[in-house]
């Protein structure tokens, strides 16, 4: 298995990946991330984080059967393994935990948008 670090990109497609699943393809995961973030993804990015993730061990793909639909081209299905639950949780406990010690006193009075 490769670096276990997760990019912010990298987290999203994941995430997106668990989302969709058991439809998690490509485009499908491209799509989703624009609907779901408002920005423009292109999706050969896409594919280079999703083969950085399978690098990683924290993705892991197949093959689906071909379908007429596709001119007889075949999806290629991502599934989040393990290691991938494993980097999802710790990256969540850890953005909570930073999040929590920011005092409130920091924050007041800041608003959004």
């Known amino acids: 298995m490769k670096g276990t670090q997760l990019g912010e990109f990298e987290e999203l497609v ?3 990946v668990g989302v969709l699943y058991p439809e998690a393809y490509g485009l499908n995961i491209r799509t989703e991330i624009i609907n779901q973030t408002n920005r423009k993804v292109a999706i050969g990015a ?8 399978e690098e990683k061990g924290f993705l892991e793909s197949k093959l689906a059967d071909a379908t ?7 999806k290629r299905l991502f599934n989040i393994t393990a290691a991938g639950k494993g980097a999802l ?10 999040f929590n010690q ?9 608003k959004i948008g």
Do not use: C
């Open 102 to 110: 920011i005092p409130e006193l920091a924050l007041k009075g800041l």
């Open 89 to 98: 949780e710790k990256n969540h406990e850890l953005r909570n935990s930073l």
């Open 46 to 53: 896409v594919h280079s984080a999703l083969s950085r993730l």
């Open 68 to 74: 007429h639909e596709r001119g007889g081209r075949r």
């Open 14 to 16: 994941l995430l997106i």
